[in-house]
T-cell receptor
C-alpha cells in the first residue's frame, strides 16, 4: 500500500515569506507527527495529532508555526514569516494508535530559506 | 529530564563484527514500547525493531536484536555481522501509553562500518 507522502520534496523561499508543507498519512492511521531535522542533527518534535483529541503542540518553536489536520487525514504545517533558522528537513510520520505501533515516515520536505 | 538517552554520538565497527548501540530511557509508565530506527545518508527513516515493556523475550529481527534490561531501563541495539550498508544514523525511541502514545526520540548514534 501507499506510504506516507509529503509535498513539496524541496522548497526554497525568501526570508519573510509564508510556506505550507503537506503530509498525506497512511490511510487509517490515527496518529500523525511532524518533526524538524537540521543537518546532521536528531529529530525535533513539533506537533502530534491523535484521532479527535486536541493536538499536542508543545514542540512548536514559535507562534509562526502552526499545523492542522483536516478530516483526520491530510495535515498541513504552515510557517509564517520564515527565517533562515527555519531551514531544515521537515519530516511527517503516521501510525496506528496503540503503544506497540511503529511510526512510518515520509520522505521529508527540505526547506531552504534564503 | 530526557526521556531517551543515547550517549554514543559516533561509533565505528569493522565489517562482519558485531556492534552494540546504547539506549537508556526514563519512564514511570508500566506500558510502553521501545523502537529503533535507521536513517541512512539518503534521509529516509527505516523502522528496525520493537520491544514492548511486557515482552519477556528480547526482540530479534534478522541481524538486529534488542538487549532489553527493564530494571536498568536500557534497550540496546545489537547488530551482528555488520555490513557496509549498516553505516547510518540510528535512533532509539519510546512510546508511552500514559502520554497519549507520544513518541520520544534520542539524539542518535552515527555508525560507520569500516571495510
Amino acid at each position: 500500500g501507499a506510504g506516507v507522502s509529503q509535498s513539496p520534496s524541496n522548497k526554497v523561499t525568501e526570508k519573510g515569506k509564508d510556506v505550507e508543507l503537506r503530509c498525506d498519512p497512511i490511510s487509517g492511521h490515527t496518529a500523525l507527527y511532524w518533526y524538524r531535522q537540521s543537518l546532521g542533527q536528531g529529530l525535533e518534535f513539533l506537533i502530534y495529532f491523535q484521532g479527535n483529541s486536541a493536538p499536542d503542540k508543545s514542540g512548536l518553536p514559535s507562534d509562526r508555526f502552526s499545523a492542522e489536520r483536516t478530516g483526520g487525514s491530510v495535515s498541513t504545517l504552515t510557517i509564517q514569516r520564515t527565517q533562515q533558522e527555519d531551514s531544515a528537513v521537515y519530516l511527517c510520520a503516521s501510525s496506528l494508535g496503540a503503544t506497540r505501533d511503529t511510526q512510518y515516515f515520509g520522505p521529508g520536505t527540505r526547506l531552504t530559506v534564503l | 529530564a530526557q526521556k531517551i538517552t543515547q550517549t554514543q554520538p559516533g561509533m565505528f565497527v569493522q565489517e562482519k563484527e558485531a556492534v552494540t548501540l546504547d539506549c537508556t530511557y526514563d519512564t514511570s509508565d508500566q506500558s510502553y514500547g521501545l523502537f529503533w530506527y535507521k536513517q541512512p545518508s539518503s534521509g529516509e527513516m527505516i523502522f528496525l525493531i520493537y520491544q514492548g515493556s511486557y515482552d519477556e523475550q528480547n526482540a530479534t529481527e534478522g541481524r538486529y536484536s534488542l538487549n532489553f534490561q527493564k530494571a536498568r531501563k536500557s534497550a540496546n541495539l545489537v547488530i551482528s555481522a555488520s555490513q557496509l550498508g549498516d553505516s547510518a544514523m540510528y535512533f532509539c525511541a519510546m512510546r508511552e501509553r500514559g502520554t497519549g502514545n507520544q513518541f520520544y526520540f534520542g539524539t542518535g548514534t552515527s555508525l560507520t562500518v569500516i571495510p
